[in-house]
């Protein structure tokens, strides 16, 4: 089955500075690519997502890269504010026709903006 | 904007005994998942649910476990008899439609804190 490694585990970053957390995952079919967003005793949220024919998306200050050869993915965040302090979890699944496709996640980096 | 609401929001449990996790799915949603986080840990898959069925579950989903949707719009996930282990926060997540045509996101519950004592 799928294998997510995510890294770092905690970043640490001064307000205004990027923040880069990056994920690897181990099973080739897999082609989508979520990034989630968890504050502490909330719901993870989906804040972007890449499908494995696009190599890069961006939104507003967020952005994510894709490496399908060496089956990794990043999420880049610039400008960092206080409210982006949080757990971000990396996720990847197989979707099909008949997706019912289950998300794999990766074991989260706590993000800590520092004012 | 519609939302996955789960019920109770917290749930204390002795060994042994039987609880039920209750979620509403957004309404026109056709997929279903369950999924757990054990404390400080990563958000892991139990199952998924379309059509009145499971599609898939993963090895935590085992005999103790079952999934219901028995009126329509409640999604529910008994465990038959819990175990220390179980202690959880339980999030159910629902999705619109095929994925193919970008319906993808799953969109999370607030979860159900369980603690077995």
């Known amino acids: 089955g799928e294998n997510v490694e995510q890294h770092p585990s905690t970043l640490s970053v001064q307000e205004g500075d990027s923040a880069v957390i990056k994920c690897t995952y181990s099973?080739?079919?897999?082609?989508?690519f979520p990034w989630y967003k968890q504050e502490l005793g909330k719901r993870p949220q989906l804040i972007i997502d890449?499908?494995?024919?696009?190599g890069e998306k961006k939104d507003q200050r967020i952005a994510v890269t894709l490496n399908k050869t060496a089956k990794h993915f990043s999420l880049h965040i610039t400008e960092t504010q206080p409210e982006d302090s949080a757990v971000y979890f990396c996720?990847?699944?197989?979707?099909?026709?008949?997706?019912?496709?289950?998300?794999?996640f990766g074991t989260g980096t706590r993000l800590t903006i520092i004012p | 904007e519609p939302e996955v609401t789960q019920t109770p929001s917290h749930q204390v449990t002795q060994m042994g005994q039987e609880v039920i996790l209750r979620c509403v799915p957004i309404?026109?949603?056709?997929?279903f998942y369950w999924y757990r986080q054990i404390l400080g840990q990563k958000v892991e898959f139990l199952v998924s649910?379309?059509?009145?069925?499971?599609?898939?579950k993963s090895e935590i989903f085992d005999d103790q476990f079952s999934v219901e949707r028995p009126d329509g719009s409640n999604f529910t996930l008994k465990i038959r008899s819990t175990k220390l282990e179980d202690s959880a926060m339980y999030f159910c997540?629902?999705?619109?439609?095929?994925?193919?045509?970008?319906?993808?996101?799953?969109?999370f519950g607030p979860g159900t804190r369980l603690t077995v004592l």
């Open positions: 309404s026109n949603h056709l997929y």
């Open positions: 890449i499908r494995s024919n696009v």
């Open positions: 099973d080739s079919a897999s082609n989508y």
């Open positions: 997540a629902s999705r619109p439609g095929l994925a193919l045509v970008g319906n993808n996101e799953q969109f």
């Open positions: 996720a990847a699944s197989s979707i099909s026709n008949f997706g019912n496709e289950k998300l794999t």
């Open positions: 649910f379309y059509n009145n069925e499971i599609s898939e």
